[in-house]
């Protein structure tokens, strides 16, 4: 079946470094990618999105890096602060036949250090 | 944007019995989902939900332990069934609008 995994469960990283988050995906057919930020107690909350036609797509502190060849994606969060530790999840969106789901990978915790 | 809340936010069930978890959304839409997020882990789709018609659930997953109800476009139940100490997890609605998906705060359930 379909999976989207990370490479690391934590990341613990200083206060105004730069984070790097790592996500695979299996399927090849997925065509859109979401980062999640899910902190204590929440629910997940979108952060950043790619579509399979691009490779590189930046918002505000974050960029999203999408390589098709090996089935990669990640999240880099520049100069990561206290406000960014949380979980975050990739997850890759499959729809067909007009229904749709999405597919988590498993997460990444990230620790700021002060 | 779509608002979304949820009830209970937690819950401690015993063994055997059943717990409705409601999600009402802020605006109407076509599809509603049902996640399970168990301790330290992902989430898992458990079913998709449509107004006017019967979930679709994911393998693995079964009406007769997650029945869900969809009476309207802003609302569903999920409840579940004959719990047992694994279904102790968090459950998170979620609804797609404007091209984004939200979810919810979640219900944590633990079953003793």
């Known amino acids: 079946g379909e999976s989207v995994g990370l490479h690391l469960p934590t990341l613990s990283v200083q206060e105004g470094d730069n984070s790097i988050i790592n996500c695979a995906y299996s399927?090849?057919?997925?065509?859109?990618f979401i980062w999640y930020k899910q902190e204590s107690g929440k629910g997940p909350q979108f952060i950043i999105d790619?579509?399979?036609?691009?490779d590189k797509r930046q918002g505000q502190r974050v960029t999203v890096l999408l390589n098709k060849t090996v089935k990669h994606l990640s999240l880099q969060i520049a100069a990561t602060q206290p406000g960014d530790s949380a979980v975050y999840f990739c997850?890759?969106?499959?729809?067909?036949?007009?229904?749709?789901?999405?597919?988590f990978g498993t997460g990444t915790r990230l620790k700021v250090l002060a | 944007s779509a608002v979304i809340s949820q009830k209970p936010s937690r819950d401690i069930c015993q063994r055997g019995t059943s717990l409705t978890i409601q999600c009402q959304v802020d605006?109407?839409?076509?599809?509603m989902f049902w996640y399970r997020q168990q301790p330290g882990q992902s989430l898992t789709l458990i079913a998709t939900?449509?107004?006017?018609?019967?979930?679709?659930?994911e393998s693995g997953f079964v009406i007769d332990k997650f029945p869900i109800s969809r009476p309207n476009l802003t609302f569903s139940t999920l409840t579940v069934s004959n719990m047992s100490p694994e279904d102790s997890s968090i459950y998170l609605c979620?609804?797609?609008?404007?091209?984004?998906?939200?979810f919810g705060p979640g219900t944590r359930l633990t079953v003793l």
């Open positions: 997850a890759s969106y499959e729809g067909h036949s007009g229904t749709y789901k999405y597919i």
């Open positions: 790619i579509r399979s036609n691009m």
């Open positions: 939900a449509n107004q006017g018609s019967e979930a679709t659930y």
């Open positions: 399927n090849s057919a997925s065509d859109y």
């Open positions: 605006s109407q839409v076509t599809m």
């Open positions: 979620s609804v797609r609008a404007a091209n984004e998906q939200f």
